[in-house]
């Protein structure tokens, strides 16, 4: 068998991916599938890590937010991705796969604070790390605090899994010319002015020379090709 093209991966997956169907939550079917994917490339033996955002619950409270001081909004989506990192810790509890948790934000009843060496070590073990309330400040994304994490451990490429199976030259929903990048620079994106990430998390991947793989979370299989190297999303390159 062939062997996976890393050895270490940051996976970002947004909140709203968790959601299925659903206007807002978690829906089971939709981690069950999503934990199902991610333990299998654990199993493979490469080093995990991830940052779940917290749209799918954020959402639901937003109407009530609305007029709400932004930093105290910020510190709420914060605390959806900790409740999102339980869930999918969970999840891989129930299948037999080790994850630890570890929050930027000290909750330590309920799990333990992010510390760098602590986090290497449980990659080392081969525990599913998730990195739980974004980076700990306001104003920045999960996008940031995965670009942010994946630089610190030394991951080899930031995985961002969304709706759309990659990087096009124009959004696919209002463009049925628009055609998937196989492979793109930073700078060609910038360029193009293609969003791939938000603009805090690409700048510190293209100062870092952190990669970033972009594909769809819905497709059956498309993690795995990832993880094998195979042409699947878009590479974002330096
Ligand atoms: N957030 C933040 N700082 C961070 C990460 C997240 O303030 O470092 C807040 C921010 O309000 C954001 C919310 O948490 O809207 C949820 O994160 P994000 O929008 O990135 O989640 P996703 O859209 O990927 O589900």
Redesign the pocket.
């Known amino acids: 068998m062939t062997k996976p093209a890393y050895k270490r991966v940051l996976l970002k997956l ?3 991916a968790l959601m299925g169907d659903d206007p807002f939550g978690i829906n089971r079917a939709t981690i069950e599938r999503m934990v199902a994917d991610v333990a299998e490339i654990s199993r493979l033996g490469v080093e995990l890590a991830i940052v779940i ?4 619950i ?1 959402r639901g409270v937003a109407p009530g937010a609305q007029g709400m001081d932004r930093a105290t ?6 605390l ?2 900790v409740m999102n990192s339980l869930a999918l810790a969970d999840a891989m509890r129930q299948i037999g796969i080790t994850a630890r948790v570890m929050s ?1 934000i000290a909750i330590d009843q309920v799990v333990e604070p992010y510390v760098r060496p602590k986090a290497l070590q449980y990659l080392e073990e081969g525990k599913v790390v998730v990195f739980a309330a ?12 995965a670009a942010l994490r994946g630089s610190e451990i030394g991951a080899e490429i930031v995985l961002k899994a969304t709706k759309v199976d990659g990087v096009y030259t124009a959004d696919p929903k209002k463009d049925a010319n628009a055609t998937r990048f196989s492979t793109i620079s930073f700078d060609e994106a910038i360029s193009r002015h293609l969003q791939v990430m938000d603009a805090t998390a690409f700048a510190l991947c293209r100062d870092q020379k952190l990669p970033i793989k972009v594909f769809s979370i819905v497709k059956p299989g498309a993690l795995k090709n990832v993880i094998m190297g195979e042409d699947e999303g878009t590479l974002v390159h330096v």
Request: charged share 10%; net charge negative; hydrophobic share 30%.
């Open positions: 947004s909140g709203e955002g917290g749209g799918n954020f909004a910020d510190y709420m989506g914060m959806a991705t930027a974004g980076t700990g400040n306001p104003f920045f994304t999960t996008d940031t605090a």
